[in-house]
């Protein structure tokens, strides 16, 4: 009978706090759709590219040649192509034709104003780094050719339109096909190898077209084919490697040691991907939003876990005489506490579902399209990570069970008796304002009443100001990294603002929807913790508006403790991500950036305030009788 009716209590528990719940269920919500969805851009994002080029079979490693012959394919002396045959660790490569017009330059082939190109012969069948056409076909006899799809650094051509490259390279092409190379994609292009220069076109060229007709330079044989200047090779077993991993990189960096001393050749540059422009800078551009997506769910974790651990505390100790009832009725302590951890594993249930699904698919696809600006990305894979939101969200819970558990522990340690009558109201005692006669002589009751309060209800207090100073925190934060972005230099940053305003705006809207519902629920506790003392208000001929601002005054200056404590805070935040980022400098926050933070949480303040006036003005007065003298 006990245990039915034990049951039936846990029920009317969520009932009679289902405004608790509530607000407990779209806190956690909100920080564990926060967290998993910033946690698990870069994860995903790396993924995305990574799985988009090994599609294209991009290669792993590339060999460069420093000799003007290249890599003999034919001839007395084909060993390089003999020996990589015979490596077990090669998977496949293949020989790469490439020129950049730098070099033409230096060798008075071209005149110094030809457009900054790269040329590169083409083989239909190849099979490694393969080309993606974007438009139209490859080319198919010498007078055409395909160009690069066009890009900020890159010139931007039609199929059809004509590129004259002189006598030396064949005079006048056609542009046949439009294409993407899987070594390009970085919307910012490539730097040529000499001068280190962005390249405003890339060239492509049948293999046997490729061919520099020497005879404007006298006394050179006419016709020389270009040789073989790059070799690219895949590595055996890497096929499951993710390409932006640092246990790839080093794998690679072992391969290449290796391949060194199997080669033997001092006239071979061996490169990694790391020495690619494009995946330089998609790596360390992925590398500072790691940075970002993982202090801000940080932080904001730990607020809510604050607010729903003092929700829950508030919630026990506000239930004392039903604990009470229970250890009357002999109900054992460990299944009083269980009620209480059942109550707030439901709550994180419920929203940890709800938060993953939104986060995970959600956030990274607001994002994700700052991210195709500056990288010609592949679809966004389905396969998000979820590893940051779940160990956030546990890291969360086990706090919030931890502090619920604690305050049943000491409500237990009472005898039932005295859990049974409500907490007396805490002795009133002179606090330092009232030692300050000239001030505290000259204040109204009404504001004396509040600075009492305040100074009563220290656990209140402190819980309020640190609640709102982890929202203001977040939103200056948020303001000032889009200051911070726009003032970033494109040469040195290039793309990294375009994708930190995306984020900087997912961290102020769930910044100030946190704050809303911080507020919310403070304030919603406040009013039921003190609905005797609203009551007896009402009774001793308070009007509304009166009791209201009785309360309210409260809430506002608590607030405002924590705007003035959270600004502070934030500016840390912004100071430790751009010390940690290594760009960017506080001196680009705007200084309005900091009154539209304040601004942004007062209206939310008064907002939610609003909405509980209807709570306070529906109090019994009746209940004023029932307070203890």
């Known amino acids: 009978m006990v245990r039915k009716a034990f049951s039936k209590t846990i029920l009317r528990s969520f009932k009679s706090n289902i405004s608790k719940v509530f607000s407990m269920i779209v806190i956690?919500?909100?920080?564990?759709?926060?967290?998993?969805?910033?946690?698990?851009?870069?994860?995903?994002?790396?993924?995305?590219?990574?799985?988009?080029?090994?599609?294209?079979?991009?290669?792993?490693?590339?060999?460069?040649?420093?000799?003007?012959?290249?890599?003999?394919?034919?001839?007395?002396?084909?060993?390089?192509?003999?020996?990589?045959?015979?490596?077990?660790y090669v998977s496949n490569f293949e020989a790469v034709k490439t020129l950049d017009s730098s070099a033409l330059i230096q060798s008075g082939y071209i005149s110094s104003d030809f457009p900054n190109t790269r040329f590169y012969g083409i083989d239909q069948n190849s099979k490694l780094a393969r080309l993606e056409v974007v438009e139209g076909r490859l080319p198919e006899d010498k007078n055409e050719i395909c160009v690069e799809q066009a890009s900020r650094e890159m010139i931007y051509y039609e199929i059809g339109d004509t590129i004259d490259l002189g006598p030396v390279l064949g005079g006048e092409k056609t542009i046949v096909g439009i294409v993407s190379n899987p070594l390009i994609f970085s919307t910012y292009g490539e730097l040529d190898n000499i001068n280190q220069e962005y390249i405003e076109q890339v060239i492509y060229l049948r293999n046997e077209d490729f061919v520099i007709n020497t005879e404007v330079v006298p006394g050179v044989n006419v016709g020389v084919p270009v040789p073989v200047t790059d070799i690219y090779i895949t590595l055996t077993g890497f096929e499951r490697e993710e390409l932006f991993s640092t246990s790839y990189i080093s794998k690679v960096d072992e391969r290449i040691e290796q391949l060194e001393a199997d080669l033997n050749d001092d006239s071979i540059v061996y490169l990694s991907l790391e020495e690619n422009v494009s995946y330089a800078y998609f790596d360390n551009y992925i590398g500072k939003i790691n940075i970002i997506a993982w202090l801000f769910p940080v932080?904001?974790?730990?607020?809510?876990?604050?607010?729903?651990?003092?929700?829950?505390?508030?919630?026990v100790e506000e239930e004392r005489s039903i604990i009470g009832c229970y250890r009357s009725l002999g109900v054992s302590d460990n299944k009083i506490k269980l009620k209480y951890v059942v109550l707030t594993l439901t709550s994180f249930f419920i929203s940890f579902i709800l938060g993953m699904i939104l986060g995970l698919y959600l956030i990274p696809s607001v994002i994700y399209p700052a991210f195709e600006i500056t990288f010609y990305m592949p679809s966004l894979t389905n396969l998000m990570n979820p590893t940051v939101g779940i160990v956030s969200s546990l890291v969360m819970l086990f706090f919030v069970e931890l502090i619920t558990i604690l305050t049943v522990n000491k409500s237990l340690?009472?005898?039932?008796?005295?859990?049974?009558?409500?907490?007396?109201?805490?002795?009133?005692?002179?606090?330092?304002?009232?030692?300050?006669?000239?001030?505290?002589?000259?204040?109204?009751?009404?504001?004396?009443?509040?600075?009492?309060?305040?100074?009563?209800?220290?656990k209140h207090f402190i819980m309020t100001i640190t609640s709102v100073a982890g929202s203001t925190a977040l939103t200056f934060a948020g303001l000032a990294l889009i200051d911070i972005a726009n003032s970033l230099n494109e040469v040195d940053?290039?793309?990294?603002?375009?994708?930190?305003?995306?984020?900087?705006?997912?961290?102020?809207?769930?910044?100030?929807?946190?704050?809303?519902?911080?507020?919310?629920?403070?304030?919603?506790?406040?009013?039921s913790e003190r609905s005797r003392e609203i009551a007896t208000l009402k009774v001793l001929g308070y009007h509304n508006r009166e009791v209201i601002m009785y309360i309210y005054r409260e809430i506002i200056i608590m607030s405002t403790c924590g705007i003035i404590v959270g600004l502070p805070i934030g500016f840390g935040v912004v100071y430790l991500i751009l010390y940690l980022l290594e760009f960017g400098s506080m001196s680009s926050i705007f200084w309005y950036t900091y009154l539209i933070s304040v601004a942004i949480v007062y209206v939310f303040i008064f907002l939610v305030d609003a909405i509980l006036i209807k709570k306070i003005n529906g109090i019994d007065m009746s209940n004023s009788l029932k307070a203890i003298e």
């Open 493 to 527: 940053y290039p793309g990294l603002k375009t994708t930190i305003i995306p984020i900087a705006v997912v961290v102020i809207v769930f910044a100030i929807l946190l704050t809303a519902f911080v507020i919310y629920n403070l304030t919603n506790m406040n009013i």
């Open 28 to 88: 956690m919500f909100l920080g564990i759709a926060f967290v998993s969805g910033l946690g698990t851009v870069t994860p995903s994002f790396r993924r995305t590219m990574s799985d988009g080029l090994k599609a294209k079979n991009i290669p792993d490693i590339i060999l460069k040649s420093t000799s003007s012959q290249g890599f003999e394919e034919e001839g007395d002396d084909p060993l390089i192509f003999d020996k990589l045959k015979s490596l077990d």
């Open 299 to 315: 932080f904001f974790i730990a607020v809510v876990s604050l607010v729903i651990s003092t929700t829950m505390s508030r919630m």
């Open 413 to 458: 340690k009472e005898r039932p008796a005295s859990l049974l009558q409500p907490l007396s109201p805490k002795a009133g005692k002179k606090n330092i304002f009232e030692r300050i006669k000239p001030l505290w002589n000259h204040l109204a009751f009404r504001y004396k009443s509040t600075i009492r309060n305040l100074v009563r209800y220290k």
